[in-house]
């Protein structure tokens, strides 16, 4: 009987110790998500374009402009570990008609601040008022991170068109895939459901994907497509993987073509693109 007793003590002691580390983890995992997420590096060099100062929600957000004073316009938001800084000069060569702004997110490069789902959305919002304030059409580049960023944008200001390069449908349910032993529904502050945003958009949505992404699942880009009212066009960079597919000058073709003035107004997908696109009805809410 002493012996059963103590093996019962045994055992209960094992469950609350793994119950006491289970939520300890949770405690960890909850405190450190932001720094699972967002990764800023201090301004890296000040690139050779146009300065700028937007007044962002908290303070003011320093910036850059290249090919400034151009008719029409693109804003960048870049992933969650990107100096934007670095790419002042490709987008230079890469669309020359038209003024490319770069403004790193709060937080990232030469702005102050913690970065948040919430900070980062208003000032992608403030960015977009002082482009549209100056040029007669804006539209929107948004690549990991970013394009969930952009696609809030598309969703609540008059973008002229709209370009996610490695989308997800919501940070929320690549945590699930990444952390499915924990509660992350209940854990994680900065969700960028992007699937929520996609129903109201309405102007010409390019997709550039991976087809090697090992961040991006690519059901998650997928399911995003699919919520979309008007099929997007859809680009898939063969055998590139999250980082690298803008090496490929697919990459480059797609975006530029894309942004001509024009351009049809619509998808358009080469048979191979369109073989790959879902044919299954976008995935319900979680």
């Given amino acids: 009987m002493a012996r059963l007793f103590s093996l019962k ?3 209960i002691g094992l469950v609350v110790a793994i119950a006491l580390a289970y939520v300890a983890l949770c405690a960890l995992l909850y405190a450190l998500q932001g720094v699972v997420l967002y990764h800023p590096s201090p301004l890296q060099f000040e690139p050779d374009a146009q300065a700028l100062t937007i007044a962002g929600c908290t303070g003011p957000l320093r910036g850059w402009v290249a ?3 151009k008719t029409d316009a693109v804003i960048y938001f870049g992933g969650n570990g990107e100096p934007v800084e670095r790419n002042v000069d490709s987008f230079r060569d890469l669309l020359p008609d038209r003024s490319v702004y770069l403004v790193p997110y709060r937080g990232y ?3 102050a601040g913690t970065p948040s789902e919430q900070g980062i959305e208003a000032d992608a919002l403030a960015v977009f008022d002082f482009a549209h304030a100056r040029h007669a059409r804006v539209a929107v ?3 990991s991170l970013g ?3 952009a696609t809030y944008v598309a969703a609540r200001r008059p973008v002229e068109r709209l370009v996610l390069v490695t989308p997800y449908d919501s940070i929320l349910d690549i945590a699930r895939e990444r952390y499915g032993l924990f509660p992350v529904s209940l854990l ?4 960028y459901e992007s699937w929520r945003n996609a129903g109201g958009i309405r102007v010409p949505v390019l997709a550039v994907l991976g087809e090697d992404d090992e961040i991006i699942p690519r059901a998650s880009s997928d399911n995003l497509i699919a919520h979309f009212p ?3 066009a859809v680009v898939v960079i063969p055998h590139a993987g999250h980082n690298n597919l803008s090496n490929d000058e697919l990459y480059a073709k797609s975006i530029r073509d894309f942004l001509r003035e024009d351009a049809a107004p619509g998808p358009t997908l080469s048979r191979e693109m369109e073989r790959q696109q879902p044919t299954s ?3 319900p809410s979680r």
Avoid: C, E, F, Y
């Fill in 141 to 143: 580049i948004g690549r």
């Fill in 109 to 111: 490069g030469p702005n």
């Fill in 188 to 191: 994680l502050r900065d969700r």
């Fill in 147 to 149: 394009s969930g960023v």
């Fill in 281 to 283: 009805p976008p995935a």
């Fill in 9 to 11: 003590r045994i055992a």
């Fill in 67 to 69: 090919n400034p004073d």
């Fill in 230 to 232: 008007t099929k997007p």
